[in-house]
């Protein structure tokens, strides 16, 4: 569904991505791990639109997307929830939910239900602004956001950081739901190994700037491959 092809990027003279190829396919969890700067948020940016590689190419259920922005990516059907959330501190979570509405025609402009039974707790705050919100809070509201747009592959990158273990724990059980019961394309950047090791189908390492390995969530056991992504 997704196909990343010798994928380089530079900022200014730095070369961030190294020729990165990777797939993504629908109803599969794939997973990307790293140490802090390896280029996993850069890798992400480029697939949304947000980054223009330097050379490679990004195709998306077999057209290229070279030349879309990351608005034509989103209507395409690819969401991204960015590491540090981004929702709007000061509108409520309803309107927060709202903005997702962009890319959909007025029919299709309403919450799916299902974003909030993977999240009551939205429900509970749809007229609190978002600022009010916890850290935790905060990011399930930015992955229903994201769903509201119905994506067809969801770009997630670093959904646990800095979040306490029991919304952790919800938001594997939606991310596992969503790849379950809709069907979807998830693509997940993470540092939290073990969360990777309970989700994935699929794992890529990287390191400064090219992927070391892919495989399966099992070879997270091995000792040659943990080192790939141990500080
Ligand atoms: N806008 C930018 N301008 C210049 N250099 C950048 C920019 N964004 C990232 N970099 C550099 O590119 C490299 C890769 O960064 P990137 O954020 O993609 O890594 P990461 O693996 O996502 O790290 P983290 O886990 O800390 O988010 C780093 O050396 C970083 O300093």
């Known amino acids: 569904m997704l196909e990343v092809t010798n994928a380089i990027l530079h900022y200014g003279a730095a070369e961030a991505l190294r020729g990165v ?3 993504a396919e629908a109803g ?14 850069s890798l992400m940016r480029s697939i949304v639109g947000h980054n223009r590689l330097t050379s490679g190419s990004v195709a998306f259920e077999g057209k290229a997307l070279d030349r879309s922005a990351a608005y034509d ?13 981004e929702i709007f501190p000061l509108l409520t979570v309803k309107e927060n939910l709202e903005t997702g509405y962009a890319p959909l025609g007025r029919a299709d402009r309403n919450v799916p239900g299902h974003v909030f039974e993977l999240f009551p707790v939205l429900r509970q705050m749809l007229s609190r602004r978002g ?10 509201l930015a992955i229903g956001r994201s769903l509201v747009m119905r994506p067809k592959l969801l770009v997630l990158d670093e959904p646990t950081e800095g979040i306490q273990p029991s919304i952790i ?3 594997g059980r939606a991310i596992r739901y969503l790849r379950d019961s809709t069907g979807i394309g998830v693509l997940l950047v993470e540092q939290y190994l ?3 090791r309970d989700l994935a189908d699929v794992v890529y390492i990287m390191d400064r700037g090219q992927i070391m390995h892919r495989g399966q969530a099992e070879d997270l056991d091995n000792p040659e491959v943990r080192k790939l992504i141990m500080v």
């Open 194 to 196: 073990d969360f990777c």
């Open 131 to 140: 600022g009010d919100l916890s850290g935790g809070q905060q990011q399930q």
């Open 73 to 85: 990516r989103a209507r395409s059907g690819i969401a991204f929830v960015p590491q540090g959330r």
């Open 21 to 23: 190829s990777l797939t």
């Open 169 to 171: 724990k919800d938001i």
């Open 28 to 41: 599969k969890i794939t997973c990307v791990l790293g140490r802090n700067g390896v280029g996993k948020t």
